[in-house]
């Protein structure tokens, strides 16, 4: 059963750094073909595992055959059809979804190992780092009457921005703060009477 991910960079990660790190985390690197691999015995408990590696501009991708995980999946399969001739039909469900759940366990405990592995290898360097808001963008995103991607004024009957296109949202739910008092506020109280004819 293959487990797979990827680590999103900024730029090709470099192939000397990933060795060095490598040799850090006590994993083999080498390449064949023009492909990268990792050999490691610290994912699976059985044998060693070979990571297929691959270099991107934009990810580091990872993949792996574990062969443990198809062996867990035919004898939980070997196991439910001897239990199903010996429990009843209710009994026996339960045990069926014990088993997935059990078997989607292991996946997932296999498949958070090898990337914790990865995360380890990959530099800091070519991670991808996303953009951070300055004070001037959070001052944009707080205030309703502004694009939040520009700062251009919000018009309320548009639901994109007229300078940089962000869609907004419907034109009719943009809340637009307009104080047109000079003097003040105005407070008016108004009161219906009910009158039966």
Same mark, same amino acid.
């Given at each position: 059963m293959n487990v797979s991910g990827s680590i999103a960079t900024?730029?090709?990660?470099?192939?000397d750094?990933?060795?060095k790190r490598a040799e850090m985390c006590g994993v083999e690197f080498y390449s064949q073909n023009d492909q990268f691999y990792i050999k490691t015995s610290s994912i699976t408990f059985v044998q060693q $595992? *070979?990571?297929e590696v691959e270099l991107s501009e934009t990810a580091v991708k990872f993949n792996a055959f574990i062969p443990e995980l198809s062996g867990y999946v035919f004898l939980a399969l070997v196991a439910l059809g001897i239990l199903f001739r010996m429990l009843s039909i209710g009994i026996w469900s339960?045990?069926?979804?014990?088993?997935?759940?059990l078997l989607l366990g292991i996946r997932v405990r296999y498949d958070k190992r090898l990337f914790q592995l990865m995360d380890q290898i990959v530099p800091k360097s070519a991670r $991808? *780092?996303?953009e951070q808001a300055g004070s001037?963008?959070?001052?944009?995103?707080?205030?309703?009457?502004?694009?939040?991607?520009?700062g251009t004024p919000r018009n309320e009957y548009s639901s994109k921005c007229t300078s940089c296109?962000?869609?907004l949202g419907k034109g009719g739910s943009v809340k637009k703060i307009v104080n047109h008092s000079h003097t003040g506020e105005k407070s008016v109280d108004i009161s219906y009477?009910?009158?039966?004819e």
């Open positions: 900024n730029s090709r990660a470099s192939v750094e990933i060795k $595992l *070979v990571v339960i045990v069926l979804l014990f088993a997935i759940a $991808l *780092v996303p001037e963008h959070l001052k944009w995103i707080s205030n309703p009457n502004v694009c939040p991607a520009c296109g962000l869609v009477d009910y009158t039966s």
